[in-house]
């Protein structure tokens, strides 16, 4: 992706999904979606191409209909999912471009799968790990991108796996994992399980010699014995 003069873009405008007018240079002054920049140049105005609302001109940063004076233009570039720039990481969330607290954009490494992190602390699509303390060594799962590690903690969706053993733990099919002492559902551990007989039956299912489990919970009213696919895929139709 790359920077694009909205003054040579077809009739000066983009047009995005549903025919949605996100730029548009009128009457010598830029347009966002029918609201005008005042702050804006039209002369050197670029908007970021595949994104609808990051845009700057010679001067700043503009995210939407606001000018992000904080942000040095100059050095501001994308970085994954992430931006930096000399000061800052970068993460936009819904209708903001917001800094990562304490980032260090020397050192901010994007991970993938929303996951990024600096040598103190990890982000996952902008949202602090706090538990995460070992941030220089985390590393996304190759397998499956909602999952990282930092060989002290293993995470789901940006969340730890309590007590899970990183040297042992590995991905099981439909979300669920283990690592010989836990199974997890996500990020959340199933209760009581038996580790010698416990079975994954269908999607969120799975089973041992004592309960049947839903995604980490207990169906109380679901005997293990006999419990099989076919009981699962039945049950879960009957949810909907």
Known sequence: MAWKRLADCP??????????????????????????????????????????????????????????????????VQHGSYWRDRHSVYCEYETSLRPLADS?????????????ADNQQAWYWGRHIKSCVHSSQLQLVADNPLYASDGHQVYCDGKPLRGAQPASWQLLPSGFSGDGRGIYYMERKLPRVDMATWQHLHRS??????????????????????????CAIAREGMAF
């Open 11 to 76: 009739e000066q405008k983009i047009i995005g999904n549903y025919q949605i007018e996100y730029w548009a240079i009128r009457d010598g002054k830029v347009w966002h979606q029918k609201r005008k920049l005042a702050a804006a140049d039209p002369a050197s105005f670029e908007v970021f191409e595949g994104l609808d609302f990051i845009a700057r001109d010679a001067h700043s940063v503009f995210h939407a209909w606001s000018r992000l004076p904080q942000i040095d233009r100059n050095s501001f």
């Open 104 to 116: 260090n954009p020397a050192s901010f490494r994007d991970l993938g799968g929303g996951y990024g």
């Open 205 to 230: 299912w799975s089973k041992d010699k004592n309960h049947v489990f839903y995604m980490n919970r207990i169906e109380k009213d679901a005997t293990p014995e006999g419990f099989d696919k076919a």
